[in-house]
């Protein structure tokens, strides 16, 4: 009994912890499963993840989107559900590893809206 204890402990504790990936914000700053991320008209918050630090980390949480009909300083605001995405890990200056991409849709107002980050982002 004492010879299957010690041999799962030495198992585990070979184990290595998965390295910690980072999303850089819209806005500049890097956080480590960020809560809540900021665009010019849209607000995402309460998000909770799953599977981060993996290759791609799908999250949900909610929108705050400023429609910007007829401007955005008269705009409305709508709140909904966001599903997203990151994904396209690569090393940041700092050595630190980073999602590069952010994909996604909101679901507020009875609208679908895309979300991408930055602009361009590969599939």
């Known amino acids: 009994m004492a010879v299957a204890v010690m041999l799962v402990f030495a198992v ?28 010019s008209d849209l607000t995402l918050t309460k998000i909770r993840w799953r599977d981060w630090n993996s290759r791609r980390s799908l999250g949900r949480g909610r929108a705050r989107i400023n429609t910007c009909e007829p401007s955005c ?3 409305n605001i709508v709140r909904g559900r966001a599903k997203l995405r990151v994904f396209l890990r690569h090393r940041a200056e700092d050595g630190r590893l980073v999602y590069g991409c952010l994909k996604g849709t909101t679901r507020a107002g009875g609208e679908t809206r895309r979300v991408q980050w930055p602009p361009g982002c590969g599939s």
């Open 12 to 39: 585990s504790a070979g184990a290595a912890a998965p390295e910690k990936v980072y999303y850089e914000k819209p806005f500049g700053g890097m956080a480590y499963k960020p809560k809540r991320i900021e665009f």
């Open 73 to 75: 300083g008269a705009g």
